[in-house]
């Protein structure tokens, strides 16, 4: 690793352990509540003039809120945009150390831990919302619960599956590839016969190469909640996969550009790539980052380990939670049922604001799941990730330390993925970081 980019690991990691360590003494509520609401306490609550401070970064969530406010109108919610994902972690804990807290927030799944090791969110199991399990995807359903805990209520998530392009394939005379066998070879044979990769797999986020290992089953993280991790890289899915990329890359037949910045988006344009290895909401992305390219892509599961018991991975999706501090914690577990638990709302958000959906019934809907996009040559994209979503594992977790995790990543893993030098060499390091920090912060690593 270069001393520019140790030094810059070295910095986050101080960053880090600073935040966390100003979080974990920050809140005097406690997570999780006793006992419930009864019903006649809810509806008190809802005919009592209040206002609930709402954080979120999903566009046009007002009008989600606005139905909300019509059904309640003695409530008022103030919605508040802190500028994006990481923006709103830093204010979040931030006011959590103050106390002056939002009633509810946005937070992503692959950072709720670090806010329930603090005892900043409010368990909702205790609300009755663990009745609402059945009715949510289980991978959705696992990122927020733990034993009979609830941290919140899913809002979307990001089945990952294949995005192709037709007619690079066509003349490549390659099939979409089902297997991860076929896609190896399909990898050579579009190179030889049209001069694109087959599809890049980027090194400025981990989230693409955590969605292949949580695919094959791979378990590199754990966390039981409390103060022990588990960090494993010498898996044997993780070594498969690894070494399935690695192999790749050194026979120069994928790209490694970082992704989702502008020369990513040209490449795409351009034809540069014959697939995306996309999440649920790159469908909509994609058309309005190629819109050139219209009428050329199709969508398709991921290449299979094994085609007789198809799996997928995640990339993204985010919970609405209720802050531990909360001053109106009833009104607020009730709007965070209504946004992502009332089927106008998750249908509003699914079709207008094109989050896909945890909430099964909404994915069942056919103003969501059978809708036909141009853009696709007349497919029902929605249909094809509704699938792949049922085939993600439940089991995946992750680090209560998530912010270190992805920039060690970009600094080890993804810095080799990117310059094209040894993948095994660089998840050593990112392993030997990950432990080491753990362990700084008072974990136990298993």
């Given at each position: ?13 101080a ?7 100003g ?13 419930g ?5 809810i509806?008190?609550?809802?005919s009592?003039p ?14 989600e809120?606005d139905?909300?406010q ?21 204010k979040?804990?931030a ?30 199991g205790a ?37 192709y ?20 070879a ?14 890049d ?24 909640g409390?103060k022990?991790v ?5 898996s044997?899915e ?12 050194k ?14 988006y040209?490449r ?6 014959a ?16 819109a ?24 993204g ?8 501090d ?17 089927e ?12 896909f ?9 056919s ?13 029902a ?13 439940s ?47 008072g974990?136990?690593?298993?």
């Amino acid at each position: 690793m270069s001393l520019k980019r140790r030094s810059a690991a070295l910095a986050a990691a101080a960053a880090l352990a600073l935040i966390l360590t100003g979080c974990a003494g920050g809140t005097t509520g406690g997570a999780k509540s006793s006992s419930g609401p009864s019903a006649d306490e809810i509806e008190k609550a809802l005919s009592t003039p209040t206002t609930i401070d709402f954080w979120s970064w999903v566009p046009d969530i007002q009008n989600e809120i606005d139905a909300f406010q019509k059904e309640h109108p003695a409530i008022t919610v103030k919605l508040q945009n802190q500028g994006g994902a990481t923006a709103q972690y830093q204010k979040l804990r931030a006011a959590i150390k103050s106390g002056d807290v939002p009633d509810v927030a946005q937070i992503e799944y692959s950072f709720l831990p670090s806010f329930t090791i603090t005892k900043s969110i409010l368990d909702l199991g205790a609300y009755g919302y663990g009745d609402y399990k059945k009715d949510y995807s289980p991978s959705a359903w696992a990122q927020v619960s733990s034993g009979d805990a609830v941290w919140g209520l899913p809002q979307d998530l990001g089945p990952t599956g294949l995005l192709y392009r037709t007619d690079l394939l066509e003349k490549a005379g390659v099939q979409p590839p089902t297997t991860w066998d076929e896609f190896a070879a399909a990898a050579k044979t579009v190179k030889e016969k049209t001069g694109s990769y087959i599809t890049d797999l980027p090194g400025n986020s981990f989230s693409p190469l955590l969605a292949l290992l949580w695919q094959a089953g791979a378990k590199p993280f754990g966390y039981d909640g409390d103060k022990t991790v588990t960090i494993d890289f010498d898996s044997a899915e993780v070594k498969k996969v690894v070494g399935y990329w690695d192999d790749l890359i050194k026979q120069d037949l994928i790209a490694t550009e970082p992704q989702l910045d502008d020369n990513w988006y040209q490449r795409m344009s351009r034809g540069d790539y014959a697939t995306w290895l996309a999440a649920a909401w790159g469908p909509v992305f994609l058309q309005g980052t190629a819109a050139n390219t219209s009428g050329l892509w199709r969508a398709a599961p991921l290449p299979q380990w094994d085609a007789a018991s198809p799996a997928s991975g995640n990339q993204g999706g985010s919970a609405d939670v209720v802050l531990a501090d909360s001053k109106h914690p009833i009104v607020a577990a009730e709007f965070v049922k209504f946004l992502n638990h009332d089927e106008a709302s998750t249908t509003k958000l699914a079709t207008e604001q094109f989050l896909f959906p945890s909430l099964v019934a909404t994915q069942k809907e056919s103003a969501f799941r059978d809708q036909k996009s141009d853009f696709y040559g007349g497919q029902a994209v929605n249909d094809v990730f509704v699938d792949i979503a049922g085939t993600v594992p439940s089991d995946w977790q992750w680090l209560p330390f998530n912010d270190y995790a992805s920039s060690s990543f970009k600094e080890t893993l993804g810095a080799a993925i990117t310059e094209r030098s040894d993948l095994f060499t660089a998840l050593d390091e990112w392993k030997s970081q990950l432990v080491d920090y753990a362990k700084q912060q008072g974990f136990t690593v298993k």
